[in-house]
């Protein structure tokens, strides 16, 4: 996907070969530069993918600065601000769009073609964004994603006017998902698109469960555990046996006990067992499509056959063989 922005750094930005400040997070097999200018220091790290273009912003900054940066084409983003000391001011050059970037805040963006001027204060700051295909989220998806409905109307119609989302909230979960998903770029392996793509529609389903504006009542008890039976159906289907009831909670800022209160309450059973009947779902339909089990089990997220098969005896006292006839038959 190409990159469809340009820093415009003056000419006191230098670029240099050995950066004095060592990343915080590496995206691995990215694109880097590194720029210097007086005491400030930016470091760019980008990763062209099909469906998305990945970029990441660390910056050190003694002398607060104004940084232009160039559209040449419209397009939608999704921005995270993982680190701010205060806050960075942004605007739409010659429009009234202006918006502010706080530390654990991210959103959509549609940004129109145009000039853009980012107010970065003294302190250190990372910013990680996508470009994305908003051919993603089309009929019937989309249902799921109303807020994003004027970013993509914009970008179909080319408005000349930027665009944002309601806010949604970067914690530890995001945080954990996009350092995964920077440790699997591998432009070398055959399915590297796959594993991008799959990694970002993670992210975007996740965004939903966190926006900060959300209508739903957070104390209505039914619509809460009925979003971590949601989320938890997410995490397995993007992680199997990794996922964790504790990344369901911290999603949703509840305890991992109220929740399964709530769980045991209008399901009749704990959180942990509907948890175990997603993972016997999720293998049987893997067993359906390989033939192996040390491949199931690696599609499932197990680290090998035998922890796999221990889950399966544990939770239905059938070994693999067995589990895999009796799905067959059902």
Known sequence: MKRTYALQLDGTYIPVSEPVHPLSYTVRHAESLYWESGKNAIYE???????????????????????????????????????????????QAETDFAFDLIEGKGAYYYFAAGRYHLQLPKGHHILIGFILDAGMIRPPANRNFKFLSPLINSKRMKDTTSKKSPD??????????????????????????????????????LSRFKMLDDSDDPHEHRQLIAKAR???????????????????????????????????????????????????????????????????????????????ARFIRNHTGLTSKEFREQSKQT
Not at 233 to 245: D, N, R, S
Not at 266 to 290: K, P, S, W
Request: glycine fraction near 4%; hydrophobic fraction near 45%; proline fraction near 2%.
């Open 45 to 91: 790290q980008t990763f062209d993918g099909r469906f998305a273009y990945l970029y990441y912003y660390e910056c050190w900054i003694q002398e607060k600065d104004t940084i232009p940066i160039a559209v040449d084409r419209p397009d939608i983003h999704l921005l995270y601000t993982l680190q701010c000391n205060g806050c960075i001011a942004a605007c």
């Open 168 to 205: 949604v909230r970067v914690g530890v979960v995001t945080l954990k998902f996009l350092q995964l998903l920077f440790s699997k770029i591998n432009p070398y392996i055959l399915d590297n698109e796959y594993i991008l793509l799959k990694h970002l529609t993670f992210l975007i389903n």
């Open 230 to 308: 949601e989320i938890l159906a997410l995490l397995i289907l993007h992680q199997g046996a990794k996922a964790k009831l504790a990344d369901v909670a911290r999603t949703l800022l509840v305890s991992g006990a109220h929740l399964n209160s709530l769980h045991q309450e209008y399901h009749g059973c704990a959180f942990q067992v509907y948890r175990n009947e997603l993972m016997l779902d999720f293998i049987r339909d893997a067993m359906h499509e390989e033939e192996k089990f040390a491949a199931t089990a690696e599609q499932t997220g197990f680290s090998g056959f035998s922890e796999m």
